[in-house]
């Protein structure tokens, strides 16, 4: 055992002795974070999460009850503070201020939208009309936001339109009124849902009073995307040295002595193993100091780290089985980090993405290190990231096992 660490400690100081490596290990992670911080103002005084007075233009060509409604939702003193929106008639002027970047996103919504939900009195509705939602590219997370809202309303429509069929249908079958006042009472009981505002679609405090609401930091996304991106770098670049090592006569040298094949190679995995734990403490810790970011409960912080390091070392190892050279380690583990980060959700939120990518995505240690340190930053504690944790560990035994067939198969260390 003491073999073992002392191998693994020789690699973590000569991973942290190569500037080259350092770079992207530590200064990468930190810089994009940094300039991500900035872009997604992060670091202005407008609000703790760094989204607010998102400018939205909204065309009310219905008019009715339901469409000034949903005016009513954006101008409310509840969105104040994360919406900003103006009420504009022209929507050709409105597209194209979209196009120059002067609002984040339109909505339209259209003439009769009102009716076609609540019919009047004596008519049938010939179908619901849609909003239209034209959304500015460039602005993916405030676009979000302002969609979220939109559907959170629309839910609320719809909820209100089942529950008062279901009120009408039990009133006819309990003889409380007659069939052909159906369409009378629906509708009175739509309009009625329809007077209001629908003031309580968002709220931003908690509904419980006693306990202070969650503050959402967008570093809290950010930040551990960046992290665990650049530790697939680091899990590479440690199976790469195993096999410069290989290559260069280090590794024959050293089973010469008395140490075994299966001591230098569980030396080379802790290593890398200890390199990308501390990798990611050094990042959390700097990101703490340097932005005060809070990752959550400590502990629960560090069995993640510990798991997500685990399934990517998982994933470092296999690829150092598979190939042949050092050189194809560095040109697929870049490869690989690009990916992973892509799939795992350091550039995208996964929730906006069709369910079949999200299930792809779960082959990643990306996806479900982001989806724990989320859950943490979020306020949850151990019990809620067991999901991500247990993942993470049965990926890096998978990824090992496999990994450690095609070693002995290979003899690629003797």
Sequence with gaps: MNKIFLIGWKDVRLAFRDRAALLLMLVAPFVLTLGLGFVTGRFSNATSSGISNIPVAIINQD?????????????????????????????????????????????VVPKGFTESIIPAQGKSAAGV????????????????????????????????????TVVVTQL???GLIKPQEANKVGAEIGARQGESPVAPLIRLKNVNQDVAPPKFDVL??????MALMFLMYTVS????????????????RLLVSPTSTFQVLAGKVLGIFLTGVLQMLILIGGTTLMFGLDWGDPLAVMLLVLAAVFGAVGWGILLTSLAKTAGQISAIGSAMMLLFGI?????????????????????????????????????????????PLLALVTMGVVLFGVAAIRFNRRNMIG
């Design 63 to 107: 008019g009715g009850q339901l469409g000034n409604a949903l005016v009513n939702t954006f101008q409310s003193k509840d969105l104040a503070e994360l919406v900003s929106p103006t009420v504009v008639t022209d929507e050709a002027a409105a597209r194209k201020a979209v196009d120059e970047d002067k609002y984040a996103a339109l909505i």
């Design 129 to 164: 009309l849609q909003i239209n939602l034209y959304a500015n590219p460039t602005r993916p997370t405030s676009v979000g936001v302002v969609k979220t809202i939109l559907e959170e309303y629309l839910n609320r429509i719809e909820m209100g339109r089942v529950s008062g």
């Design 172 to 174: 006819v079958m309990n």
């Design 220 to 225: 809290a996304l950010l930040a551990p995307g």
């Design 237 to 252: 670049n440690g199976g790469r040295t195993l096999l410069a090592e290989r290559d260069q006569g280090t590794l024959p």
């Design 343 to 387: 799939l795992g959700g350091t550039f995208i939120n996964l929730a906006s993405l069709p369910v079949w990518f999200q299930m792809i995505s779960k082959i990643t240690p990306n996806a479900w290190g982001i989806d724990g340190f989320t859950t943490l930053a979020l306020g949850g504690g151990l019990a809620g990231i067991l999901t």
